[in-house]
């Protein structure tokens, strides 16, 4: 069960906006997990996808006079495209307008209504469009949504109610019993206190407009949004329709979201899925929010940053890179054009990018390019392979526990040991003295095996680096195909390989940003 395929997810976003370095921070942090894990040799299903129903959607699609659908069509395109931008590896992309997914949501609703679980009511009460939440009038701050801080409309309809005041109990002693089921634990601690606090039924169908999935057994209703969204994460590997992918599939290992739709997942999802006697998902993470030179992201600031701005001018990888090391995924962080541009030059272009050149550069001088025999290790090679063998598990074990800033600390760590020992064992010098070819063979060999096992740390994150140093290094077939743990074994490089001086992997940049000056 879930042991066979690896299954990680992203939220599915709402259509009404494009996405922004908020939103792309939960898919990049998936992809990295996933691309990992497929380094490892597990097959991994990455999902992310669209939430396309909902008031807010429809009221979008309004405003532009348009219909839902065609407003929902026009807008995809520009998660598919950012994702590409992005080298985003998902297996599958859903939308919540699509037949296989409204489907697995019939069947699902059907299930929980045959169980008992669900009742037809009458909802009496506040609701926040833009987050698409029913609140009660002691959660409003200030008569506003708590989350949003946007004005509640005031609703009155006949709803259909899911029974999640009976699954209180054995969500909150499931989340009780597996401390690693909610990350991480400061939120877990308040996911505790609000089940504790007691929970309501929760309306999952709405009367007032029709942009939803038809509720099979009552025309008159279309599925809450969120009722909806949630299924998506089954939707996707066919329960109720193919048994044996859901199976195989089933439970997701991660769900990971962002921190203000953590209840929706730890309470509400939990609860779904007891009611259906489904497994439960391995782990649920929420990860902090990023602010913008110290402010919340807005329209109305104008202070939206899009990932394609940063691209084009630092690169793919130096994006990757930036936001899994600046930030500690379980908090808050400050994006900075300043911090982006400083940390560029110093770990990208300087530590790693020089790195890479000047070794190249030294096998080509004096060694035509040619990887050279390792020849019998010193003191200092086995320092060197003893560091990149430290680096190598803590970078695993912190990326397993989403601490990505962490493992590229300690990647850098051992990018700064591949520095000290080409700068100690000074090639330069070795070159100058005939007597010396076996000692400037070893530390050439050494340098290159160096950097062979920071391509393949930092593949994860950063691909099409990994791949690039792969390539110069002149290693056959593409990093994709080198097998984790096996291929990181000190000394798996061959001699002999051609090696070649690529373009810099991050040319230095001159000119600090505006805000750094
Ligand atoms: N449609 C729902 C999710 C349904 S999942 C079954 C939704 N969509 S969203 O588009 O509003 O947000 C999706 C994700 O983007 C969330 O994980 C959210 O935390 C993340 N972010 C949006 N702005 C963000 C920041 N400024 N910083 C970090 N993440 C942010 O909610």
Same mark, same amino acid.
């Given at each position: 069960?879930?042991?066979?395929?690896?299954?990680?997810?992203?939220?599915?976003?709402?259509?009404?906006?494009?996405p922004h370095i908020g939103t792309a921070y939960?898919?990049?942090?998936?992809?990295?997990?996933?691309?990992?894990?497929?380094?490892?040799?597990?097959?991994?299903?990455?999902?992310?996808?669209?939430?396309?129903?909902?008031?807010?959607?429809?009221?979008?699609?309004?405003?532009?006079?348009?219909?839902?659908?065609?407003?929902?069509?026009?807008?995809?395109?520009?998660?598919?495209?950012?994702?590409? *931008?992005?080298?985003?590896?998902?297996?599958?992309?859903?939308?919540?307008?699509?037949?296989?997914?409204?489907?697995?949501?019939?069947?699902?609703?059907?299930?929980?209504?045959?169980?008992?679980?669900?009742?037809?009511?009458?909802?009496?009460?506040?609701?926040?469009?833009?987050?698409?939440?029913?609140?009660?009038?002691?959660?409003?701050?200030?008569?506003?949504?708590?989350?949003?801080?946007?004005?509640?409309?005031?609703?009155?309809?006949?709803?259909?109610?899911?029974?999640?005041?009976?699954?209180?109990?054995?969500?909150?002693?499931?989340?009780?019993?597996?401390?690693?089921?909610?990350?991480?634990?400061?939120?877990?601690?308040?996911?505790?206190?609000?089940?504790?606090?007691? *929970?309501?039924?929760?309306?999952?169908?709405?009367?007032?407009?029709?942009?939803?999935?038809?509720?099979?057994?009552?025309?008159?209703?279309?599925?809450?949004?969120?009722?909806?969204?949630? *299924?998506?994460?089954?939707?996707?590997?066919?329960?109720?329709?193919?048994?044996?992918?859901?199976?195989?599939?089933?439970?997701?290992?991660?769900?990971?979201?962002g921190?203000?739709?953590?209840?929706?997942?730890?309470?509400?999802?939990?609860?779904?899925?007891?009611?259906?006697?489904?497994?439960?998902?391995?782990?649920?993470?929420?990860h902090g929010w990023l602010t913008v030179e110290g402010k919340k992201m807005s329209k109305s600031l104008g202070n939206v940053v899009r990932p394609d701005v940063i691209v084009d001018e630092y690169?793919?990888?130096a994006y990757?890179?930036y936001f899994?090391r600046e930030f500690s995924?379980?908090v808050d962080g400050n994006f900075s054009m300043r911090t982006l541009f400083t940390r560029y030059n110093?770990?990208?272009?300087?530590? *790693?990018?020089?790195?890479?050149?000047?070794?190249?550069?030294?096998?080509?001088?004096?060694?035509?390019?040619?990887?050279?025999?390792?020849?019998?290790?010193?003191?200092?090679?086995?320092?060197?392979?003893?560091?990149?063998?430290?680096?190598?598990?803590?970078?695993?074990?912190?990326?397993?526990?989403?601490?990505?800033?962490?493992?590229?600390?300690?990647?850098?760590?051992?990018?700064?040991?591949?520095?000290?020992?080409?700068?100690?064992?000074?090639?330069?010098?070795?070159?100058?003295?005939?007597?010396?070819?076996?000692?400037?063979?070893?530390?050439?060999?050494?340098?290159?095996?160096?950097?062979?096992?920071?391509?393949?740390?930092?593949?994860?994150?950063?691909?099409?680096?990994?791949?690039?140093?792969?390539?110069?290094?002149?290693?056959?077939?593409?990093?994709?195909?080198?097998?984790?743990?096996?291929?990181?074994?000190?000394?798996?490089?061959?001699?002999?390989?051609?090696?070649?001086?690529?373009?810099?992997?991050?040319?230095?940049k001159?000119e600090a940003p505006a805000e750094a000056t």
């Open positions: 069960m879930g042991d066979d395929v690896f299954y990680i997810t992203t939220p599915i976003y709402y259509v009404n906006d494009v939960t898919t990049l942090a998936a992809d990295v997990v996933a691309r990992f894990k497929r380094q490892q040799g597990r097959e991994v299903f990455f999902l992310t996808g669209v939430d396309e129903h909902g008031q807010k959607v429809a009221l979008a699609a309004a405003e532009k006079n348009e219909s839902p659908q065609a407003w929902v069509d026009s807008i995809v395109s520009h998660f598919t495209d950012t994702w590409e *931008l992005l080298n985003i590896s998902n297996d599958d992309f859903i939308r919540t307008t699509q037949n296989r997914h409204a489907k697995v949501a019939q069947i699902f609703i059907e299930r929980l209504k045959e169980k008992g679980d669900v009742y037809l009511g009458s909802y009496e009460g506040w609701y926040c469009v833009h987050d698409e939440t029913f609140l009660l009038s002691s959660q409003l701050t200030e008569g506003a949504c708590p989350e949003c801080r946007r004005p509640v409309d005031w609703v009155k309809e006949e709803n259909y109610f899911f029974r999640l005041s009976k699954y209180a109990e054995p969500v909150l002693k499931y989340i009780e019993d597996h401390p690693d089921f909610v990350q991480p634990e400061s939120r877990r601690n308040e996911v505790v206190s609000f089940i504790k606090s007691g *929970l309501e039924d929760q309306s999952i169908t709405r009367t007032s407009f029709t942009w939803g999935i038809p509720c099979p057994f009552d025309a008159r209703h279309v599925m809450y949004v969120w009722f909806d969204a949630l *299924l998506n994460y089954l939707s996707a590997v066919d329960y109720g329709t193919d048994d044996a992918r859901f199976e195989r599939t089933w439970p997701a290992n991660w769900h990971l979201m921190k203000e739709i953590l209840r929706f997942h730890a309470v509400i999802w939990p609860a779904m899925l007891m009611a259906a006697d489904l497994p439960m998902p391995e782990h649920i993470f929420a690169g793919v990888d990757r890179y899994m995924f379980g110093a770990d990208l272009a300087n530590d *790693l990018g020089n790195l890479e050149s000047r070794v190249l550069t030294m096998v080509s001088k004096y060694r035509e390019g040619l990887v050279p025999e390792p020849g019998e290790p010193g003191d200092e090679e086995l320092v060197l392979r003893q560091r990149a063998e430290a680096a190598l598990a803590a970078a695993t074990a912190s990326i397993e526990a989403l601490a990505f800033n962490e493992a590229l600390a300690e990647i850098w760590e051992f990018v700064h040991a591949v520095n000290r020992y080409v700068d100690v064992s000074a090639p330069w010098a070795l070159a100058k003295d005939e007597a010396l070819r076996v000692d400037l063979d070893r530390v050439l060999y050494n340098s290159i095996e160096g950097l062979r096992q920071i391509a393949l740390m930092i593949y994860p994150y950063m691909p099409s680096s990994a791949g690039k140093i792969w390539e110069h290094i002149g290693i056959e077939g593409p990093i994709t195909s080198a097998a984790m743990p096996e291929a990181g074994s000190w000394g798996g490089l061959a001699s002999g390989l051609k090696t070649a001086r690529g373009d810099a992997l991050f040319p230095r001159m």
